[in-house]
Structures are given as C-alpha cells and as structure tokens.
C-alpha cells in the first residue's frame, strides 16, 4: 500500500549597503544552520501577488518511490499547465540565501580608536479508466476532474461529496489513509476545495534518469493566502519542521491565526560555539519553542531580494526567481555596492519555520502580506577580542570589561539554549560558578 504523505508540507562577501528603510548589519560570514539539521523537515516556496499563487513544494521522503504519494488540497480545479516540475537546486539556493547565520566581529585597537566609539559601533552591529471503475466512483461521490502527466509523475485533481467517500476511494485505489482523515478531509470539502494527489511514475523516472524526488510546483488564483497543513498530522509520528519560504512584491508575510515570533538576533555568544553552530541553532530553536507553548511561528529571515548583508549566499538571479513563480519582477538581480544604486526587483522575502503536530496546530496557516520591509535575519555573533600589547587607558578599561563581556556570553548562550552554564564556562576556560558578592556582582552585570 501507498502511505499518503499528506501534504508535502510535512511538507565570503561582506557588504556595506545604506538604504533608507535599512541599516546594514555586516560582519564575516562564516556559517548557517541548514535545513538538513533537522529531521522531518519538509520545503515550501510561495510566490504571491494580488490572488496569484505558485507554490513549490520539496519532500524529505525516504524510501522507495514506489511507496510515494502527495496529497494537496487546493482551492481549484487546475489545468496541466498549471502544473509543473520545479528544480530542487533553486530551492537550496533559496534556503542557504536565507538559513541563519553565524558572523565574526573583530575587535579594533582601543588605542587607535576612542573607546566610546567602538561602543558605539558595537551597538550598530547589533541594531482513462473502466465504465466499472467510473461507476464506483460515483457512487462514492468522488470526481476525477483532471488527470496528467508531468515529468516524473502522474497527476490526479479530485472532488467529492463527502469524505467518507473520498477516504474509501483512496484506500480502494492504494493511497492507505490513516485513521482520524475523515474529520480533516471533511473540513476541506466543506471549503469546497479540490485534492491535488501526485503519484511517482516509475517507467518516466527511468526514461528521465532522475534518482531522487523533484520538487512539484503548482500556480492558481485565489483569494485565500494559505497553506494546509493539517493533513500532514494525522498519520505523524511527533513533530514535524516546515520552512516556508515567502516571495512577496510589497513586504513581510506573517501568519493572522498562530503568533508570529521573531527569533533573537544579534547576540554575542562564545567562540567555541563556531565549531558546533549547528548544536547550537538547533536547541535555539527548540528553546523558542518551547516558550511559545509550541504553537508559534518563527521568523527566520526577511529581506529584499536585491542584496544581502552578511550573505549566507548570493541572493537569487532574476531567471531563479521567475522558475519560483516571480511573474511580476522585470530586469536582472542586481547586487548593490556601495555607491551603486540597484535595479528594483520587488522582490521580499520572508523566512518561516514552524514545528508543529495536531494538538498544537489544529488550524491550517492563514497568512497577511504586510507593508514591513524592515530587514530582519536570525544572525549569532562571534566576537575576537583585541589581543595587542598596546598601552594606553582605553587599553585598561577594555581590558577589565572583557571578563564582564565573556560572562554575559556564556549567560546568553545558557539562555538561548538552555545548556549548562558551569559546562559553558568550563568550555571558555572561565573560573567555575561565583559564589557570594561575586555571583550578586555578575547577577546585576546581567539585569542591567
């Protein structure tokens, strides 16, 4: 039998850039938090302007293809043009553009710049089938509106009645519907929304010569600015990570139904944590979680399109842009430079990433395109220290506060994480735990 996967949503260049809506964040790029750090974790690109919606959408599907199957509710019936295959190295530029990062600060010479001045920079940094068959189906209420053949696989476009119906014609046609689909199918259907069921087709795969599973895309007009996902908790097994990538013409997307956090940013956190950023990112972000009662949505990323500061990875070309569904840009991706005015592409995009199950997420995401074009990204900061013999008093003083500067790292990083503070300072090679008026003095180190 064919396990439903139900939906797929279960599915180093540092750059000064002004701009009058933003201020640059800059900094030595030197790693992200990939996607792959996560188990379960399924992809989604949406274009969207007006009512115009193209979806992308990667699967984390392992197993034998055979064994493979998408199921999609979608707000109308679509042409085959409507469907296509997308290409899974555009989505990877998209998620590494965009994943979180980790950037390198430099402490100057605080005797070759005055020392409020270098505090003051530090805070910039942060800011065809049988009659039989057909007879069957309808009886069952269930309605073959379109069937095709794109690349790789084989599409069928379904209505229904009601969703018993629809649950013994999938099961009866090999698609194996866990129990609990009923409720969840019938909340669709009473939407009056169409299923969109992609199946692999094993001989055009071979004659194709792809090994591995593309991503599908779809485009349709529709007033609702969606993405069910609740299909894809019935037969989980725990949480599962989506990220969803946003390309939008007027500015950031949020989520109207669930909250929409933003992660910290801009914090200083330990240098050890270079060799284990991804550790790191990951119990950031189950943290974050966890606060949120584990029913938020994370704001990873947003930023124009046109540049990027630091980059994770060049931003995409207008040509990469266009095969996401892009339909409204003209003209090529443009990096700025300093002193060089870009071409406008119109192009935002807003990074989510949400975990989420049936308990904490019983609602399909409902999403707003907002007017915000402030740059945001979830960026983590490794800063040098000074290490010269220079003498003078700006010397002294920014040699006493680097203690005070390590202990508010590795409390940062204890509270971003939720590690051991002891085993955090043991790894910075900080005396162990204080005790008495010390532990008082680092207490109100940190509240202020």
Not at 154 to 176: Q, V
Request: charged share 25%; with cysteine.
């Amino acid at each position: 039998m064919i396990p439903v996967l139900i939906p797929l949503f279960t599915l180093v260049v540092n750059l000064i850039l002004w701009d009058t809506h933003a201020s640059a964040f800059c900094g030595f790029y030197v790693g992200k938090a990939d996607t792959k750090l996560f188990n379960k974790a399924s992809e989604v690109a949406i274009a969207r302007h007006d009512n115009k919606t193209v979806i992308t959408m990667a699967n984390d599907f392992k197993g034998d293809v055979k064994e493979f199957a998408m199921v999609v509710p979608v707000p109308t019936v679509l042409e085959k043009d409507q469907i296509h295959v997308g290409n899974a190295a555009v989505l990877k530029h998209l998620a590494d553009y965009s994943a979180p990062r980790l950037v390198e600060y430099f402490d100057p010479n605080p005797c070759q710049m005055p020392y409020p001045e270098s505090r003051a920079m530090d805070m910039m940094a942060k800011s065809a089938e049988a009659p039989a068959r057909l007879e069957q189906k309808k009886a069952l209420g269930v309605t073959v509106e379109a069937q095709y053949q794109v690349g790789e696989y084989d599409i069928l476009i379904l209505s229904a009645k009601e969703s018993h119906g629809l649950e013994t014609w999938l099961n009866g046609n090999g698609y194996k519907i866990p129990q609990g689909a009923s409720r969840v199918l019938q909340s669709y259907l009473k939407q009056n929304m169409k299923f969109f069921i992609a199946r692999v087709n094993l001989v055009e795969q071979s004659k194709l010569g792809f090994t591995h599973l593309r991503p599908l895309k779809i485009a349709f007009e529709s007033p609702k600015f969606m993405l069910p996902i609740r299909l894809g908790t019935v037969n989980a097994e725990g949480a599962q990570e989506l990220f969803i990538y946003m390309l939008t013409k007027q500015g950031r997307v949020e989520t109207t139904n669930y909250r929409t956090v933003r992660l910290p940013d801009a914090q200083d956190i330990p240098l050890y944590v270079k060799d284990k950023f991804g550790d790191f990112y990951k119990d950031l972000f189950t943290q974050q979680v966890k606060r949120e009662s584990e029913r938020g949505v994370f704001l990873e990323y947003a930023w124009d399109m046109n540049w990027c500061d630091p980059c994770a990875a060049n931003p995409l070309s207008a040509e990469e842009l266009r095969s996401l569904g892009v339909f409204w840009q003209d003209g090529p991706a443009i990096i700025q430079r300093r002193g060089v005015m870009p071409q406008a592409q119109n192009v935002f995009l807003t990074r989510l990433h949400v975990r989420y199950d049936a308990a904490h997420f019983p609602e399909d995401l409902m999403f707003l395109e907002t007017s915000d074009r402030n740059n945001f990204q979830a960026r983590y900061i490794l800063r040098h220290a000074w290490t010269g013999t220079d003498d003078c008093p700006a010397a002294t003083t920014y040699r006493q506060q680097l203690r005070e500067r390590y202990e508010r790292e590795a409390q940062t990083l204890a509270n971003l994480t939720g590690w051991n503070i002891g085993e955090i300072r043991h790894a910075m090679n900080l005396a162990s735990l204080p005790t008495g008026e010390e532990q008082k003095w680092y207490q109100r180190i940190w509240n202020n």
